[in-house]
């Protein structure tokens, strides 16, 4: 169980993934604190054990995995999320010289808590070795934005 908080320091994939740890290979469609389950291609269900991914060579076989940046954001409760996620959208799409055009900006809500709100930016760049100055430069968008918009309140 403790190889699931492990791998949580640095996760090389996520559900929906499809990966391939030695001789299996399938689309993650879970992961819990003791396995990660792959669903494979005949459609059977394979569940590695989480102390496998911390031993196992792990491919991440999923098409264009390497443009795809994760940006997780917490923000108060208080932040009006339709007029963040608008603002948000709007500074990444200014950022488009960096992004592959064919992959627009995503952001998704992940959790929804009494005092915060958990979001994922999705980001696909054209070039994997910019992803650190396009992160910091989101990541000075995003603290802009929420200062702006706790002062409106």
Known sequence: MGAK???DVYVPF???DIIKVGDSS???IEINPITTILLTEDESLISVPNSILLKERIENLTPRIWQEILVP???RTSINLPEFE???LKASNK???YLDHRFPPVL???ERGSRSVTLVLTLM???PSKKNRIIAEISKKISEIEDRLRGKQ
Do not use: N, P
Request: without cysteine.
């Open 95 to 97: 950022m488009k010289r």
């Open 73 to 75: 954001i917490s923000i």
């Open 86 to 88: 608008s603002e948000l």
């Open 108 to 110: 998704t809500v992940k």
């Open 26 to 28: 399938g689309k993650i």
């Open 5 to 7: 908080y492990f791998t």
């Open 14 to 16: 996520k559900v929906g």
């Open 125 to 127: 760049v054209q070039d």
